[in-house]
C-alpha cells in the first residue's frame, strides 16, 4: 500500500490501477517489530479520503468500483475544488437570517457555512484526492457490513428521539425563537453547544473510536511500547491511550473517547472501547456503544485500520468498516481551538443580542 491512491486527473484505467494503493496481505519480512517480536505500529498516517463512510444507494450491495468509476470520483472532487477556488470574494454581511444556499452558476460566498455566511476555503480543507483501494480492487464505502455499505436501522427507541428532534425549532433564522419554547435554550451557556463547538473532542468521530477520515485535519500519530498504545489525533488535539493486556474500568466511569484496552491475535492489534459518556463522537451513539477496532500493518509504512460498532439503544445491529492507513512523511501539528475560538463566545453574545430585541419589541420598547 503506497501513500497516495490516485492521481488527480487519470489519464486511463490501468494508470489509475498502477498509481493506487491498496491494503494487502502483509509481508512479514517488511514489517517492523518490536523487541518483543509484536508488529510496531508506531508511525504516522494520514487518512484523508475520497471514499465515503457510507455507499452511494446507487452501488446497492456493491462492494467494489471499477476502475473507470474510481476515476469519475476524482475528477468530481477536482471539478469542484476548482469551482471552489474560482468564486467571487464576497466581504460584506450576509442578509438577516443569512444567505440562500449557494449554486456554482451564480455569485456567491467563497464559502458555505450555517447560513452561507462564511466558513472554511480550499485552504482550510483536506477530505483527500483519492479513493482508496483493499487487496487491489476500489472500494464503494468504507462499511462493508451490512452488505448494502450503509448503516443498519435505527431503533424505535432512537427514530423516536430523531422525530421529536426534527419536530423542535432549530438553527439561527434571525430570530430569539427559543424564547417560546418550553425549557433549555440552545445558546444559554457554552455547555449548550457542541463538543466540538467548545473544543473539547473533535468533530466527524476523527478521534473515534470508531476513527473516520473527516474534512480536515486527517493526520494520526502512533507512538507504540510494550504495554500502552497512544494515538494522536491531530483534529482537536485528542489522545487515545490503549492500555495493552488492561481491564477495563469500572462501569460508572465515563470518558470522552471511551476506555480502551488492547490485546494481539497474531500480528494484528484488537481494541476494545467501552465506558463511553452519554453523547460520544459518534453520531448518535449513546453510553451504551461499544467499538472494536483491529490495527494491522500491512508494510513498513502502512496499516489496515478494521472495526466494529455495537450500540443496541441505537441501531438495530451491529455495523462495520475498514480502510487503509498510509504513512505519510508529514507532522502532526498543534491544533490551537480555544486561543482562535472567537465564534463560540460571539454565538452566545449574538444570542443574548436577539433576546433583548425580542424582549424590546414585546414590550413595546420599554
Known amino acids: 500500500m503506497q501513500t497516495r491512491v490516485l492521481p488527480a486527473v487519470a489519464a486511463a484505467a490501468a494508470v489509475v490501477l498502477i498509481a493506487a494503493p491498496t491494503a494487502t496481505a502483509a509481508n512479514e519480512d517488511a514489517i517492523p517489530r518490536t523487541a518483543s517480536g509484536r508488529p510496531d505500529l508506531t508511525g504516522t498516517y494520514d487518512v484523508a479520503t475520497l471514499t465515503p463512510l457510507s455507499r452511494p444507494r446507487e452501488f446497492g450491495d456493491n462492494l467494489f468500483l471499477t476502475p473507470e468509476q474510481a476515476e469519475e470520483i476524482v475528477e468530481r472532487e477536482r471539478q469542484r475544488v476548482a469551482a471552489r477556488a474560482a468564486v467571487r470574494q464576497i466581504t460584506e454581511a450576509p442578509p438577516p437570517g443569512g444567505a440562500p444556499p449557494i449554486g456554482l452558476d451564480d455569485e456567491f460566498r467563497e464559502t458555505s457555512g450555517a447560513g452561507n455566511v462564511g466558513g472554511y476555503n480550499n485552504f482550510w480543507t483536506d477530505r483527500g484526492s483519492d479513493v482508496f483501494l483493499i487487496d487491489g480492487k476500489f472500494r464503494t464505502s468504507i462499511i ?88 494522536l489525533v491531530e483534529m482537536v488535539h485528542d489522545a487515545r491511550i490503549v492500555r495493552i ?50 490495527f494491522t500493518r500491512v508494510n513498513a509504512d502502512d496499516l489496515l485500520y478494521a472495526f466494529t460498532v455495537e450500540d443496541p439503544t441505537v441501531w438495530s445491529a451491529p455495523w462495520s468498516g475498514e480502510y487503509p492507513w498510509p504513512g505519510t512523511p508529514a507532522k502532526v501539528y498543534e491544533y490551537a481551538c480555544h486561543e482562535g475560538n472567537y465564534a463560540m463566545g460571539n454565538i452566545l453574545r449574538g444570542a443574548r443580542l436577539l433576546e433583548d430585541e425580542t424582549r424590546s419589541a414585546a414590550s413595546g420598547g420599554q
Open 144 to 231: 462493508v457490513d451490512p452488505p448494502n455499505g450503509r448503516m443498519p436501522a435505527l431503533t424505535a427507541e432512537t427514530m423516536k428521539r430523531m422525530s421529536e428532534r426534527r419536530g423542535r425549532p432549530s438553527g439561527n433564522d434571525g430570530t430569539a425563537w427559543w424564547l417560546e419554547v418550553e425549557g433549555p435554550g440552545p445558546y444559554d451557556g457554552p455547555e449548550t453547544l457542541g463538543v466540538p463547538e467548545r473544543c473539547l473532542i473533535g468533530f466527524g468521530s476523527s478521534g473515534g473510536p470508531p476513527m473516520l477520515p473527516a474534512l480536515y485535519n486527517n493526520t494520526k500519530r502512533i507512538v507504540q511500547t510494550e504495554d500502552h498504545l497512544m494515538i
Open 245 to 294: 493486556g488492561g481491564e477495563h474500568i469500572p462501569e460508572d466511569e465515563r470518558r470522552w473517547l471511551g476506555d480502551s484496552i488492547g490485546w494481539w491475535e497474531g500480528d494484528t492489534l484488537v481494541v476494545e472501547t467501552t465506558n463511553f459518556v452519554d453523547r460520544p463522537a459518534l453520531f448518535l451513539a449513546s453510553r451504551n456503544l461499544k467499538v472494536t477496532e483491529r
